[in-house]
């Protein structure tokens, strides 16, 4: 249990006890899409499918939402449209205008939901109470939103995204430029400019840096770092962005034993990876001028 991606948050509210957090879910819980719902979305176990829906271990809290989705190709309605449409034309003897293929599309897309095969996904969150953070595994800002939507509606609880004194990429292309970051943190290989004024151009450099005259250069003419890998304390590699997104991160030199059944082991990976984070967070934060509520 080891997030791969981080979309930070706060709670703004005081956090619920594990218990009534429970009592809470339990209200919302996820329901397969029957008949002709095309997704249905409800709280789930974070861990196995048959396990609690709120996991704990010391102050730390686990949770996911399920999203389940029929899958449906454009193209396969399609398909079975044109099939409908040809049938139609056989029977009043011209093709079907405008209006009638809109209504065979709608009719063929219905015909095909009801037996559409369903897909489920599982979207993590954990929450520490004591420092107030609330950070969602994944890198798909449209699913952060969605359960953030479904997390207040079933808890009250209310989150806002963090925001630094120093935004992402002023501290990137400063620390790039010549400004060393704050010791604990090494800057790595990969990096991407992208110009202010059109947000399309980019300079990319994947497992190479770029010397001093070429970052010169692309200031110079406009261009700012929205990503840049990092490592902290020799421990965590991962790359940071301009929306304050932690992705790609690995774990690299922690002391890790490995344990004998599965449980045990999703408990330790929970322990281990909720114990670092929680240094890594706020030292990321000072190093970028520290939290701030505007």
């Known amino acids: 249990?080891?997030?791969?991606?981080?979309?930070?948050?706060?709670?703004?509210?005081?956090?619920?006890?594990?218990?009534?957090?429970?009592?809470?879910?339990?209200?919302?819980?996820?329901?397969?899409?029957?008949?002709?719902?095309?997704?249905?979305?409800?709280?789930?176990?974070?861990?196995?499918?048959?396990?609690?829906?709120?996991?704990?271990?010391?102050?730390?809290?686990?949770?996911?939402?399920?999203?389940?989705?029929?899958?449906?190709?454009?193209?396969?309605?399609?398909?079975?449209?044109?099939?409908?449409?040809?049938?139609?034309?056989?029977?009043?003897?011209?093709?079907?205008?405008?209006?009638?293929?809109?209504?065979?599309?709608?009719?063929?897309?219905?015909?095909?939901?009801?037996?559409?095969?369903?897909?489920?996904?599982?979207?993590?969150?954990?929450?520490?109470?004591?420092?107030?953070?609330?950070?969602?595994?994944?890198?798909?800002?449209?699913?952060?939103?969605?359960?953030?939507?479904?997390?207040?509606?079933?808890?009250?609880?209310?989150?806002?995204?963090?925001?630094?004194s120093v935004t992402p990429i002023a501290a990137m292309t400063t620390w790039l430029s010549g400004d060393d970051p704050p010791s604990i943190f090494s800057v790595d290989s990969d990096s991407i400019f992208r110009s202010r004024e059109d947000k399309k151009a980019s300079v990319s450099y994947i497992r190479q840096s770029p010397d001093p005259q070429e970052i010169t250069r692309h200031v110079r003419t406009g261009k700012e770092v929205i990503k840049l890998a990092m490592t902290w304390r020799d421990k965590i590699s991962f790359t940071l962005d301009e929306n304050l997104q932690l992705k790609r991160m690995t774990v690299l030199d922690i002391d890790h034993e490995p344990a004998e059944t599965a449980a045990e082991q999703f408990d330790s990976d929970f322990l281990l990876m909720t114990g670092e984070l929680r240094q890594l967070l706020p030292e990321l934060m000072d190093a970028l001028g520290g939290v701030t509520d505007e």
């Open 1 to 164: 249990m080891w997030f791969k991606n981080l979309q930070i948050y706060r709670l703004v509210d005081e956090m619920i006890a594990p218990d009534e957090l429970r009592a809470y879910l339990a209200k919302q819980t996820l329901q397969g899409c029957l008949g002709l719902e095309a997704q249905s979305r409800g709280w789930i176990s974070p861990g196995a499918e048959d396990a609690d829906l709120v996991y704990s271990y010391g102050q730390q809290i686990l949770i996911a939402l399920g999203i389940e989705k029929k899958l449906l190709p454009v193209s396969v309605v399609n398909q079975l449209a044109q099939v409908r449409a040809q049938e139609m034309e056989a029977r009043q003897g011209y093709a079907p205008g405008r209006k009638q293929m809109k209504e065979i599309k709608e009719a063929a897309y219905h015909e095909l939901l009801s037996r559409a095969f369903a897909v489920r996904q599982r979207n993590h969150v954990w929450i520490d109470p004591a420092d107030g953070w609330f950070i969602i595994e994944g890198a798909n800002a449209t699913r952060a939103d969605t359960l953030i939507e479904v997390f207040i509606k079933s808890t009250g609880i209310g989150l806002k995204r963090v925001r630094t």
